[in-house]
């Protein structure tokens, strides 16, 4: 019974002393004034860094170790950017040791900081707001009360980056915002002139998000790990932009000013699903006046491209990126049996407008109608264009399309057609050219002369197609039996076109060439042709109407480039 009185007496004593423990881990922090120390702490980080600094308050904790907390702290921008904070944290946790504290010293062991915002700043001469020089306070601190120990490794948490061009008074928005980054800064030996260029960070961006001026949506990081030490970086990441996934990594040349080299890959990019990230998105009013500046610069590489309804394979191109823009520099894709080339840029500033130039070489015709749902397997050709488009990247690019350029179809076919409610006989006419001017303007295609070469047949044309399908065209022919040595019976197309041209002309055509007027209406899924006007027959190939009317020489794309204006 005595050794339970006294067991029980023992934890009595035990209870009370962690209760009066308790109690001053709860009261001490208040009979301390550590918030006197703040001007100190203030005229320390002002004096290393030059800047102004502002802290609102501290306050001293005993658990789970001695350590004070900064609330709100917020280094200030040089003079010369616009009034801000070029760091704020929330809050930052500073170890102190605690006998440095009982003889009113504040010897700093570790810092914890949460909730760091980095503001990056750049003016029209191209310096930023932390590469402006130090200029060092003159007042003086009171001797041995404020000490930074070498520090461990720094931990930082939800961390977010900005960068932005500041041309105006006021605060600029942002040219790429990267939120939600944690990571470690490696140990700090403060004694060492040098310590800040030693530093070595290790950043994850599993979970982080890149935005962008020019996007109306964030870039979804999924791995990636960010190095940056002695004044240069690497990172891998793998990230995606909508539907579009990339991987690749990235090198940091320099971070004042950066600059960024980078190759990137990804499997699938559709231009339709990313342009739901480019509609209305605007980018900042300094950056759209800004003379624009270079930021990353690599190498892109897409396993399949998609423009509903075309579509291409193994994209490859460098790509520059600016402060308003974007580049993809000599690119290149395989399409339809053939290659297509080009460089294409899209503005950031102006709700996503992109501009293309493009070489087509060999694409093939059959399949390329196909992909656009025009079922006409009996027309062939190998397609050559060179052309150049401008459109928004918005639900529906083709509203806003407007393209100038030339094409030429080489040795291809064609199947039979309606002519005044005739129908030819089975099989096709061949020939070695078709081609011409391009321009396509408010949802429709406009050519102010095509031509075609035949060996029966060379013909002139002129007018419009639209994206509903309709055909509304006009042009001259020259039928010419007479090149091939046979009749008009020798072809599909001559073989309908006698007695319609015998009944007009009210006489044997034979081995005579006629000139004949048409039009072209209807849908290209139904063709119709008709006579515009009364045949006629040309003499013999001397004749000045015959020289007018047939092409000496099949054209190339580059003849038939120089008839465009401006092009």
Known sequence: MGRFRIG???????????????????VVPFLIPIDSYRPLLVWAVESATGRNVQIDSLKLFFVPTLHIRVANFRLMNPAGFPAGDAIFASSIDLGIAPQALLSRRLDVTYIAPSGVKVNVLRDAKGRSNFAVPITSHPAAAPAAVFTLEPLGAVTVTDAEITFADALTSALPASDFSLRGVSGTIGSIDTQAPDWARKLQIDADLRGAQLTLSNLTKPIDFHTGQLTIKGGAARSTFSLSVGNVDLAGEAAFARLDPLLISFAVTGPELDFKSLATFLAG???????????????AHGTVKIGKVLFAPLAASQLTGGLDIYTSAVRLNAWTVSAYGGTVRGNAELNGSAGGPIAVTAQAHGLNVTQLLAAIGSQSENVTGTLDANFRLTTLLANNPEQSLQTTGAFAVRNGSFPSIAFKGMTLPSGDSHFSSFGGDLRIARERGYSSKLTMVASEMQATISGSFGFDRSLQYSGHAVVDPATQGTSLTSSPLLASLQPILAGVLQKNVGLARVSVPFTLSGTLD??????????????????????????????????LMKLIPGL
């Open 8 to 26: 029980a007496k023992a934890v009595r004593i035990a209870a009370a002393v962690a209760v009066v423990a308790a109690i001053a881990a709860l």
């Open 526 to 559: 139904n063709p119709q042709f008709a006579m515009a006007g009364t045949p006629q027959l040309i003499g013999g190939p001397s004749s000045g109407q015959a020289a007018q009317l047939l092409p000496t020489t099949t054209p190339t794309v580059q003849d």
């Open 281 to 295: 998105a605007h980018g900042s009013a300094a950056a759209s006046t800004a003379k624009r500046r270079l930021l």
